[in-house]
């Protein structure tokens, strides 16, 4: 991880007592949008239990940007290598090399413990061609973090491809030799609307961003903290594990 020194919460913060940290999202003014709140609130939280589970050892941040999940990794692994597209729309202050992930890693074999693949899958032409690159960078009994939207609109056009069922998801893991740990389908058709309007309502003058996050925030409030529904997910994740 390059500027060490320098990284500062972005998108995800963690406060309060070390034994019970609470999340906070956004952690910097400005860094999430307000039609967004609902989403990235989720999947926070979908990380934070799966990386205090999963994550050990040299984690690969796969599409790092200005590494807005570190707050919920760092203390579980013993180092960070970052890697982002050149043309990439987000800062890249911590990205230790820049590569195409549809052409491959440019990283030796068995290298990683875990490997974060975050917001990225659907923005890959060639998602089976990564996820076999990651198989081969991972060491046995290494795991893959992963999310990637489902009933979500086109983002960072003309680089949004594909959006992946959690079937479609198990699938691909078992062609590319991971064993599937958990494919969790996230949100249902409450987020999903809140997140619709959430993104409707910020787009409105004066008042807009504001309502924004309080809807979605009452969303959040009313639902379980990981509503699941196999029906309409607002978006999927998975844990995927190299055999032994």
Not at 3 to 12: E, H, I, L, S
Not at 131 to 146: C, D, I, Q, S, T
Not at 221 to 235: E, N, Q, T, Y
Request: with cysteine; aromatic share 6%; net charge positive.
């Amino acid at each position: 991880m390059r500027n060490p020194d320098q990284w500062k919460p972005t998108k995800v913060a963690l406060a309060g007592p070390a034994h019970r940290p609470v999340l906070r999202v956004p952690a910097e003014p400005g860094a999430l949008g307000a039609g967004s709140t609902l989403i990235a609130t989720l999947v926070a939280r979908w990380y934070q239990a799966a990386l205090a589970t999963h994550a050990r050892g040299l984690l690969l941040d796969l599409g790092c940007g200005a590494m807005p999940y570190r707050a919920l990794y760092a203390a579980h692994v013993s180092d960070v290598i970052g890697t982002d597209w050149p043309q990439s729309l987000h800062r890249q202050p911590h990205a230790d090399l820049f590569c195409d992930l549809n052409a491959g890693v440019p990283l030796r074999s068995s290298l990683a413990d875990t490997v974060l693949l975050a917001d990225v899958l659907e923005h890959l032409y060639r998602p089976q061609a990564l996820l076999a690159e990651v198989h081969r960078v991972l060491r046995p009994g290494g795991k893959l973090l992963l999310n990637t939207p489902f009933m979500y609109g086109v983002h960072e056009a003309p680089h949004d491809y594909y959006r992946y069922t959690p079937h479609a998801l198990r699938r691909m893991a078992l062609d590319a030799g991971f064993e599937p740990v958990a494919v969790d389908a996230i949100g249902g058709s409450p987020c999903v609307l809140a997140d619709v309007a959430g993104k409707l309502l910020n787009g409105l003058p004066l008042a807009g961003p504001t309502l924004a996050r309080a809807l979605q925030r009452a969303i959040l409030l009313a639902l379980p903290p990981l509503p699941r529904s196999d029906g309409s997910p607002l978006f999927v994740a998975a844990v995927l594990r190299k055999p032994t």
